[in-house]
DNA sequence: ATTTCCCTTTGACTTCGGTCAAGCCGGGTC
DNA sequence: GACCCGGCTTGACCGAAGTCAAAGGGAAAT
């Protein structure tokens, strides 16, 4: 009993499930499988049938598309807590995989069956709700994923990556911890690694971060800002 | 009592409505209000506060971003019998547009007013569904938008453009008449104009097509899929 | 008919980021 | 210790697409 209510709490801590009641988690549980990955495991790839959703338990998962010449491109890092591959169940009666998903570390993910799972769904307006702010999310991240490869240089992109990771507060000076190998965080900004190294010898000689490893100081907000600045109104209503 | 009929069949030609039943379309129709819009007239920016989302009745409307510098990138252009900004209700209690919308045509659109709408939503899950099939097509839209970008190059994405627009058959030329201004068909593609221009020129230099002013004739619809083809299994189940 | 305006095309040049190649460094293994 | 290996960095070079500038062409206005 315990440890169900365990399982709930993880469970709601995707937005898709964070409204749902006991009741209905309690049904979902019954019908989701458990799925073990092993570093470099492939759970599924693009255009394949699309038949179950995940929920991540631990570990990390990398969403990406490949182009003809091999070259890799990481849309999303999925990590512990959320959800992914919800969309393709609405895409008429036989969805397929947009993106190819492969582990990148030792993972445990719950999957749902796409049927069952609808079934559930049309009987709680509550988790409905969170699918659609799960992936209206998600939209977003999208979009501002095309801003910034149409309209920005690889500069700003990084940069943007270093103060959306970087802890929010009023210095001016902060410290990040790189939790992912540096190849991987440029594949998901969409240039090579040659350049990440070369941004980032650029940044540091300007005297706006150190970089030790994977341990990098920002030293100058206000500067990197300047770089990256984009006048859009902030979300606090 | 026609006259309403056939306004549900109208809103019935967007997937978000097409499983709707009379009853929800008719309360629906009530709180929604009517909207006309002048080429050029905006009708929300990139960052403001998300009320209503919109359906197009008539006319054409652009969503874009613009950069720093000025330039405008277009996300999308929403054509008769579709819906927009739906996504934007679901960013917990107050969203904001992610992007500007601006028509290019004389429009009308219907709007809905974000609560409003959100009371029938969780009173129909024919509405709710709809709605997930609505931003499901939006994330795969956006997801094959990023993959051209970052995997492909601009001969790539416009010569997918001129096989997507051209009417699907076995025969090895057809023809293409373009709808919209080049240089808009440019900034969806994320090239300039100049850019456009040439590669229509190396194109046409190919024998692979033929330009005349807007009417474009595909001369080798292999030699062009070759040149954009990806391994992806195709969507027939 | 002529002018204007804007969209489009063409040409010359620039540049950002990619490619290729070589070296570096830290961690694991024997 | 010596070795290897994968991830990262640095350098030299290249090329696709952007920028700048000018000219062509079609449609609407005068």
Chains 1, 2 share one sequence.
Do not use: W
Not at 1 to 26: C, I, S
Not at 125 to 137: D, F, H, K, T
Not at 147 to 154: E, Y
């Amino acid at each position: 009993m315990k440890d169900m209510v365990k399982q709930f709490d993880e469970l709601r801590r995707a937005h898709l499930f964070a409204q749902a009641d006991d009741a209905q988690l309690a049904t979902l549980a019954r019908v989701m499988q458990e799925v073990e990955l092993a570093p470099g495991d492939t759970l599924f790839t693009h255009g394949q049938a699309a038949e179950r959703f995940f929920f991540v338990r631990s570990g990390r998962v990398k969403l990406f598309r490949i182009s003809p010449e091999g070259q890799e491109k990481i849309i999303e890092v999925v990590e512990p807590g959320q959800t992914f591959a919800e969309a393709v169940m609405f895409m008429g009666s036989q969805g397929h995989y947009p993106v190819n998903a492969q582990a990148m570390t030792d993972s445990r993910l719950y999957a749902f069956d796409q049927k069952q799972f609808l079934k559930v769904l049309s009987e709680s307006s509550e988790i409905c709700l969170g699918m659609l702010s799960a992936m209206s999310r998600r939209l977003h991240m999208l979009i501002n994923q095309i801003d910034g490869l149409t309209l920005q240089n690889a500069t700003y992109r990084l940069v943007m990556y270093l103060l959306e990771h970087a802890p929010q507060g009023l210095a001016e000076t902060t410290e990040i911890e790189l939790t992912t190998p540096k190849g991987v965080i440029a594949s998901q900004l969409a240039i090579q690694p040659e350049t990440f190294s070369r941004i980032l010898a650029k940044l540091k000689r300007l005297g706006l971060i150190e970089v030790n490893g994977n341990h990098i100081t920002l030293r100058n907000l206000r500067g990197l800002r300047s770089l990256a600045y984009v006048p859009v109104p902030d979300d606090t209503a």
